[in-house]
């Protein structure tokens, strides 16, 4: 049995800083695991230009420290300008643009309402060669929640795949069979993130004992079939998925109330908790591959240089950090960071 992890140090490709008092809260929990990180810019109001970007990007530095690099990614509107994000792409502020369908998640009330409307952009993406990160959920109202991803994939990303063939697309927090199956199938031209809660919970979590708001993200968790093949698929060692932690925290009054907030903030543990799945399916000889390889290989960035160490140990999980409510909240995990 192994009892000590030491891999390339890691990236998360997918986090939520926030801005203000929260951004400086939780940037050093990111920071302190992972050497670099794709920020998302749902902020309100969203990240839309260069120089908000540019502008968010010192803020993070200066909250997480300067051993830490934002990669700052452009909020799609209709109304994105491909000018625009090429100027940001070449000028080294954005690494990637971000499509949120409109009111699909937290602040995706100015996304995009149409796939149409931003063709344009797409293709001068494609062309400058700047990846498209996709929160991959349908928004028709009449859509059951728990189909939202499988039919995102039908109705728009296989679309999205033969119209631009050379698109670089990140199918971000996969939640389902079905997406795991579709990145498998696609170009080496997609990929897919995938989070911890997504590997440890299926949407039984959400009503264990009870109404269980701090279990509630969006992609919602979805059954335990899903479950077992994304795990399969994080596990793999196949270099279509990667980190991405999906980490959006929310002070505990916005979670625990009568319209809570989605999201959960696993930042804190992030490595150990997925270091437990990987340890529980056999899989420890994949893990620095998902956690430090795929990711900066995808999109074209050179590896990290230092290392993270993981011990075999109890590593207990407090209740609540402040008013956050950390991922394992009051259980105990089998690793810790070194």
Known sequence: MTDTITIRRPDDWHVHLRDGDMLERVAPYTARQFARAIIMPNLA????????????????????????????????????????????????????????????????????????????????????????????????????????????????????????????????????????????????????TITPQHLHLSRNALFDGGLRPHAYCLPVLKREEHRLAVRAAATSGSPKYFLGTDSAPHARDAKESACGCAGIFNAPFALESYASVFDEEGALDKFEGFAAEHGPRFYGLPLNQGSVTLHRAPNQVPDAIGDLIPFHAGQALGWRLA
Do not use: C
């Open 45 to 192: 109001p969203p990240v839309t230009s260069v120089e908000q970007a540019a502008a968010y990007r010192d803020r993070i530095i200066a909250a997480a420290g300067p051993n830490f690099t934002p990669l700052m990614t452009a909020y799609l509107t209709d109304q994105a300008d491909p000018h625009d994000l090429a100027r940001g792409l070449a000028d080294g502020v954005w690494v990637a643009a971000k499509l949120y369908p409109a009111g699909a998640t937290t602040n995706s009330a100015s996304g995009v309402t149409d796939i149409a409307n931003i063709r344009p952009a797409l293709a001068r993406m494609e062309k400058i060669g700047m990846p498209l990160l996709v929160h991959g959920e349908a928004t028709d109202p009449e859509v059951d929640v728990f189909d939202r991803e499988a039919m995102f994939i039908d109705h728009i990303l296989t679309g999205l795949i033969a119209d631009f063939p050379a698109l670089k697309i990140v199918f971000e927090h996969i939640t389902t069979r079905q997406a795991a199956q579709f990145v498998a199938d696609a170009p080496a031209t997609v990929a897919a």
